[in-house]
């Protein structure tokens, strides 16, 4: 089992550019989340997959995010038109169908900074 | 709406000296209560998920336990590769996590 992967690191983007996070989670888990968080703050839910349906989106994601997951497997988040707002690390997570088993495990996570 | 606090925000402890954080949670039917440790830019990574009041869980010095209303994440013994964040989150219903801000714990040496 290789883990929660979540690329790029780190990305500094300037204000009003566009960046694309992309997250492949543990496989065989049919549930993907991602996260926000910013310092001294615990995570913050943004959106949640199972399988390739987008089934829940906090009111914290405004226009400008988008998620997707083609095909059930990887997920992309994309930040149109950056603020520097939005500087914060993102993270993803995947979960198993399994009802018995609902941990949540998290990437790594990246960091965006928007200058 | 699901709610979670733990405290204190901050703990300072010496090496070998034992202590608890808490996490005080309200959730509309609970799936699970989640203790996770986070190191600074990484990740949360998953210690003990406890499901029901009177669990416990334990791993190294690590001893998490679980009532209706609260958790207590014991720390025996610490040493400094202790220090970390240390992160709840509750699940209730078909809601996903919601986390705490967190306990910054330093082990000094």
């Known amino acids: 089992d290789t883990g929660v992967s979540q690329d790029p690191r780190h990305k500094i983007t300037k204000r009003g550019q566009n960046v694309t996070f992309r997250c492949d989670p543990i496989s065989e888990h049919n549930r993907l989340y991602w996260y926000r968080q910013t310092l001294g703050q615990g995570p913050e839910f943004l959106t949640y997959f199972q399988n390739e349906a987008q089934l829940e989106k906090s009111r914290l994601l405004s226009d400008r995010f988008s998620a997707e997951r083609p095909k059930g497997s990887f997920s992309t988040l994309e930040i149109q038109r950056t603020e520097q707002g939005d500087s914060a690390m993102y993270l993803c997570?995947?979960?198993?169908?399994?009802?018995?088993?609902?941990?949540?495990?998290f990437g790594e996570g990246s960091w965006l900074t928007v200058v | 709406e699901d709610q979670v606090t733990q405290s204190p925000e901050a703990l300072r402890l010496q090496e070998g000296e034992s202590s608890s954080l808490n996490c005080s949670y309200t959730?509309?039917?609970?799936?699970?209560l989640f203790w996770y440790r986070q190191d600074p830019g990484k990740g949360p990574e998953f210690l003990f998920t406890l499901y029901s009041a009177g669990e416990e869980k334990e791993k190294e010095r690590l001893k998490a336990t679980l009532t209706k209303k609260e958790s207590f994440l014991h720390i025996t013994a610490p040493k400094p590769e202790d220090s970390a964040t240390y992160l709840c989150?509750?699940?209730?219903?078909?809601?996903?996590?919601?986390f705490g801000k967190g306990t910054r714990l330093s082990v000094i040496a």
């Open positions: 959730v509309s039917g609970l799936r699970g």
């Open positions: 997570a995947s979960s198993s169908p399994r009802t018995t088993e609902n941990t949540i495990y």
């Open positions: 989150a509750v699940q209730g219903g078909n809601t996903p996590l919601v």
